[in-house]
């Protein structure tokens, strides 16, 4: 049973636009939220995060959404440029535990 | 800093071979990770450990996967014997008491033939 959900495997956006990518999770011990970038060949790498406390938190031009009562974050993108091409992993931890549970992931494709 | 180092970058071998892959982990880390990527359950966490010591192994996936952390400075995930379904990319990953951000290693991308 998957606690932490991305439905959508692939996002196209042109170049500019903005992009939206959407997480669900069902366990509501979660209380802090990660968004990871990864590159073909390389590690998942840190983007920016969330805490429960929070329903928005930017990091230039990186937005993350909580909405704790319908259990769902969005990370928003924009403007998009060809360089954020990648697979985004959203994760999610309880801070009594000490793993993150992440999502399968979504691939995004920025076309110029 | 290094960063989490893993190897080998790749690994081929055949069904019923051991395989042995490693990790160090950023120094001062306290927690140590292991993860598996695939396509269709994407990044599942199989073991990690708390000061060198096991804390949930829930997620090994049969008794043919061990881990080990013999020090604070190394890890090793073991496939004994390996089978084609173990083919994946695995990573390992280490972070702070009381910091939330991982820093994972580049993976070992293992092909089982």
């Known amino acids: 049973d998957q606690q932490v959900k991305q439905n959508s495997p692939s996002l196209s956006v042109q170049e500019g636009r903005i992009s939206i990518l959407n997480c669900d999770y069902t366990?509501?011990?979660?209380?802090?939220f990660l968004w990871y970038k990864k590159y073909p060949a390389e590690g998942p790498t840190f983007l920016i995060s969330?805490?429960?406390?929070?329903d928005k938190n930017e990091d230039g031009r990186f937005t993350v959404f909580l909405n704790k009562s319908a259990k769902h974050l969005s990370l928003h993108i924009v403007p998009s440029q060809p360089g954020d091409s990648a697979v985004y992993f959203c994760?999610?931890?309880?801070?009594?535990?000490?793993?993150?549970?992440f999502g399968k992931g979504t691939k995004l494709s920025v076309k110029p | 800093d290094a960063g989490v180092i893993q190897s080998p970058r790749h690994e081929v071998t055949e069904m019923g071979q051991e395989v042995t892959l490693r990790c160090k982990p950023i120094?001062?880390?306290?927690?140590l990770f292991w993860y598996r990527q695939t396509m269709m359950r994407g990044l599942e966490l199989l073991i990690y450990?708390?000061?060198?010591?096991?804390?949930?192994d829930s997620g090994m996936p049969e008794d043919r996967f061990s881990a080990k952390m013999p020090n604070a400075s190394f890890s090793t995930l073991k496939i004994q014997p390996s089978e084609p379904r173990d083919s994946a990319v695995y990573f390992c990953?280490?972070?702070?008491?009381?910091?939330?951000?991982?820093?994972f290693g580049s993976g070992t991308r293992l092909t089982v033939v």
């Open positions: 969330i805490s429960s406390i929070k």
């Open positions: 120094s001062g880390h306290d927690y």
């Open positions: 450990f708390n000061n060198n010591v096991p804390i949930d």
């Open positions: 994760a999610a931890s309880a801070r009594s535990q000490g793993n993150l549970i």
């Open positions: 990953a280490s972070r702070l008491s009381g910091g939330m951000g991982y820093t």
């Open positions: 366990n509501s011990m979660f209380d802090y």
